[in-house]
């Protein structure tokens, strides 16, 4: 069974101080990798997304992620983050062929002090 | 990027009554909608799968007798929660896949927080 291990539950960052939250994943095969971001009472918006390829993959609001297929790893960056980007950070895995569930970590909650 | 809507945001029922959210793909066909539940500072949980002209897919768990959903069109799943207690108090959030999409890239409605009273 796929599963998804955020090993951080809060991170807290100063504004304009780099940012990794980290992703582990559980699966037999290559999975589909994807990280979403949900602010307080609102749904889930697609950052990016690793399906094959280039291993470093670039996402809206100037984040990126690097598949890391040796650690199981799907790390999500940002080289300088904004207050904007407090928000909670769930990365999911998918199954290659396709099909339908996601599933989602726990969730990592961003703090960003001004 | 495609555009799920959910209806309503937010709802308060009293115990033993039923409330309908619905899930609207607003510009693409979505032949295949789900429902998430997530429980405060908690993560998604997956409760059915819709499909557009057949029976929803439930996940272990989840009563399909409670939780009763409907995907009458291609732009449209509605889920129902049937004589709602305090316990099903949660925020339901669906998503839809686009047709002839990748198999795992999703899109996500706003999310409905229910409150049973």
């Known amino acids: 069974a796929q599963s998804v291990t955020q090993p951080d539950i809060h991170i807290t960052v100063s504004e304009g101080a780099s940012l990794e939250l980290r992703c582990n994943y559980s699966?037999?095969?290559?999975?589909?990798l994807f990280w979403y971001v949900q602010s307080p009472g609102q749904g889930l918006q697609l950052l990016l997304k690793?399906?094959?390829?280039?291993?470093l993959v670039q996402g809206i609001k100037g984040f990126e992620a690097e598949f890391k297929r040796s650690q199981s790893s799907f790390n999500l960056r940002k080289p300088s983050v904004h207050w904007s980007d407090a928000a909670e950070y769930f990365c999911?895995?998918?199954?290659?062929?396709?099909?339908?569930?996601?599933?989602f970590g726990t969730g990592t909650q961003l703090k960003v002090e001004l | 990027g495609a555009v799920v809507s959910q209806h309503p945001s937010w709802v308060i029922c009293k115990s033993g009554t039923s409330v309908k959210i619905e899930c609207r793909s607003l510009?693409?066909?979505?032949?295949?909608m789900f429902w998430y539940r997530q429980f405060p500072k908690q993560s998604l949980m997956l409760m059915a799968t819709s499909n557009e002209g057949s029976k929803a897919t439930y996940e272990q768990g989840v009563e399909k007798d409670k939780f009763l959903i409907n995907h009458a069109s291609l732009t449209l799943s509605t889920l129902t929660v049937t004589s709602a207690h305090p316990e099903d108090s949660s925020f339901y959030i669906c998503?839809?896949?686009?047709?002839?999409?990748?198999?795992?890239?999703?899109?996500f409605g706003e999310g409905s927080r229910l409150t049973v009273l």
């Open positions: 690793y399906f094959s390829g280039d291993t």
């Open positions: 998503s839809a896949r686009v047709r002839g999409g990748h198999g795992g890239e999703l899109f």
């Open positions: 510009d693409f066909q979505a032949t295949t």
């Open positions: 699966y037999g095969a290559t999975p589909y």
């Open positions: 999911a895995v998918g199954p290659t062929g396709g099909g339908n569930k996601l599933t």
